[in-house]
């Protein structure tokens, strides 16, 4: 029986001794968990070089969002000041039309009545100036009377205003009153395009009836197009009339357009942002009307504190600098990176500052270290 005792006794004695020994090592495992202790041999194996953050101004990357827009004076809707029919039409949405274009050709009764209505008043116009002038003449031999004279040249005036007044319809149409004449008339009208641009709507078909108020076609001159950007008020003292932003599509992050900011409307939007109209440097085909697009903005910031960019790594998805806390041990801390510049990154970290130890040089070799569990 006492036998038996001691035994029992044993066994406890024993599972309390590993247990102790395996809470003392996991105790030991959490206060290393961020910590490395190297030998002298392995810090120059290594080649480790240890500074101090440097405390620079660097330049700060604002992000924008928005759209690419093309400018009201880049719109075009094409209509005709007089009603008609659509007798041809070639166009679609899309297609590329040139200035001076035929974009359709429209035919009505009123246009010839228009046309003849001119040649008239033109020929009243010829025979009233000639009257004029006979009457001028006799006048100034006395041969006539001078209310007889002032009534001709009331008339020529009258069927000068009327002649002008029909040349300027005419010229609305698109129709040149120096070649018209009796042979030429004609109850069609061609409608050309006042620009070179690209399609985007047709409102019209072969046959349909188009009133004066109604649009035929729009059309865009692409090449104007502009970015209208989005900034939040808190970041809209940091943009200026002349900046230059790099935009970029979600679909090709890589390919940049160089931009310069042409207006800021201080006007704030219902989501407190103002707009910031940029003007691209060079027109691209990938840049098409109502396109989301993204852009950054270079801004001189603050002093912030900097270290090499070899001394930041990243592990885990999260970035940490080897800090030296003393007796050859390096403490992984976790920083939040900034923008980079002249080989200097910004970061912040309540637990590094300028009189900080860290490693400046081969941190990558310090932190597979680390993962190796201080094996070299």
């Avoid at 004279?149 to 005419?170: D, G, H, P, V």
């Avoid at 641009?197 to 072969?206: C, L, T």
């Avoid at 008020?233 to 943009?239: G, I, Q, R, S, T």
Wanted: aromatic share 6%; proline share 3%; net charge positive.
């Amino acid at each position: 029986m006492k036998t038996y005792i001691i035994t029992i006794f044993g066994l406890l004695l024993l599972v309390s001794c590993n247990s102790d020994k395996k809470n003392q090592e996991k105790e030991t495992v959490q206060k290393q968990e961020n910590t490395i202790q190297l030998s002298n041999e392995q810090i120059k194996n290594a080649g480790l070089v240890v500074g101090n953050p440097e405390e620079r101004t660097v330049k700060g990357i604002l992000q924008l969002q928005g759209t690419v827009t093309v400018p009201p004076k880049s719109v075009v809707s094409v209509s005709i000041p007089l009603g008609g029919y659509i007798k041809k039409t070639d166009l679609m949405a899309g297609m590329h039309v040139r200035k001076g274009q035929l974009l359709a050709v429209v035919e009505d009764m009123q246009y010839i009545q228009l046309q003849q209505d001119y040649l008239t008043a033109k020929e009243k116009f010829q025979l009233a100036k000639s009257e004029y002038d006979r009457q001028k003449e006799l006048n100034a031999k006395k041969a006539s009377s001078d209310k007889l004279y002032e009534q001709t040249a009331t008339e020529m005036q009258t069927q000068r205003i009327y002649m002008s007044s029909l040349a300027q319809k005419l010229s609305l149409l698109g129709i040149n009153v120096k070649t018209l004449s009796a042979s030429n008339i004609s109850k069609t009208v061609s409608i050309v395009s006042p620009i070179n641009g690209v399609v985007s709507k047709v409102n019209v078909n072969v046959g349909k009836y188009i009133a004066p108020t109604d649009m035929l076609f729009e059309l865009m001159e692409m090449s104007d197009i502009v970015l209208v950007m989005n900034a939040f008020e808190k970041d809209v003292h940091l943009l200026s009339v002349g900046q230059t932003v790099s935009a970029f599509t979600n679909a090709n992050p890589s390919k940049k357009f160089p931009a310069k900011i042409a207006y800021i409307n201080r006007s704030l939007n219902d989501d407190r942002a103002a707009e910031v109209i940029c003007k691209v440097n060079q027109y691209d085909s990938a840049l098409i009307p109502g396109l989301f697009i993204n852009a950054e903005a270079e801004f001189e910031n603050e002093k912030a504190i900097t270290v090499p960019e070899d001394a930041v790594v990243r592990w885990q998805g999260k970035f940490f600098v080897f800090a030296l806390s003393g007796n050859n041990q390096y403490k992984m801390a976790a920083v939040e990176p900034g923008t980079t510049t002249d080989g200097f990154r910004q970061i912040k970290s309540s637990a590094i500052d300028k009189s900080s130890k860290i490693v400046i040089k081969n941190a990558y070799t310090l932190l597979m270290t680390f993962m190796n569990g201080g094996d070299e």
